[in-house]
């Protein structure tokens, strides 16, 4: 009997042209090279069209202009046009600068910074105009005070006597009460040394003749007192007097005269 011989398959071999997947690894290194080529290429455009642009803009300076004493308009449109953002920061008052002209910016002009910086300006409002505060009625020290609340001062200061304000009370000013005029300006008060009550203040009658001296004596209801010559010039000019000039007296008081009569003064250690 011939034995029958047991079948085994032969191994299967791929013929040439046949279809065979490629391996993961391959396919995911295309994959990977493509996109860092996509990527290589965004990274140039925005290097050359973004990033580089805006670091030659952070690096560049220019000069800030000058736009103090120009108005207000002409200086915005100077700063726009230079690159920069005008800011009004700020109206003030000022007794020089015309109303509506620049006083200040900040940054200041001619100096070096990056263009589309903001600049702030401060405006001129032009003289402050303020209403003169009444001070007739007050005592010195109270119309000072008043004063100061209103931001003005008081200027000069003149005594006299006033038969109709109490003594150390104001009863004249200039200018006059509700007056407008520029905050910085100083009123001048009279301030009242009291009522005359029948009293004459005293002339100055240096300098005067004798019968000048009279006749001035005699317009304010006062009498010529004793004469005393002594040597001195001009002759017959009043070199002295007593009481001085400004005390006060009653009316129809002698006041004494020193009159010179001629020659030489006496020396200073004369005894």
Known sequence: MIEEQPHTELPQTPFA??????????????????IAFVSLIVLVLLLDNVIMPLYVKQGAVATVPNVVGAKKDAALQTLTAAGYEPIQYENRFDDKAPEGTIIRQT?????????????????????????????RGKSLRDAKMLMIKSNMSIGKIDYAYSDSAAN??????????????????????????????????VP???????????EKLKSIKLELGKVNYQNGAPENTVLDQYPPAGDL???????????????????????
């Open 17 to 34: 042209g046949a279809n065979t997947k490629q391996p993961f690894f391959r396919r995911r290194w295309v994959l990977v090279v493509l």
């Open 107 to 135: 940054p200041e002009g001619g100096e070096e910074t990056k263009p589309g910086r903001k600049v702030y300006l401060i405006v001129s409002g032009g003289k402050e105009m303020a209403s003169v505060p009444d001070l």
């Open 168 to 201: 150390g009370m104001v009863f004249a000013q200039t200018p006059w009460p509700g007056t407008k005029t520029s905050a910085s300006a100083e009123v001048s008060v009279t301030v009242s040394q009291g009522p005359l009550l029948g009293r004459v203040p």
């Open 204 to 214: 100055s009658l240096a300098n005067l003749s004798l019968s000048e001296a009279i």
């Open 249 to 271: 007296v009653n009316e129809g008081a002698a006041i004494d005269v020193f009159v010179a009569r001629g020659g030489a003064p006496p020396p200073d250690n004369a005894p």
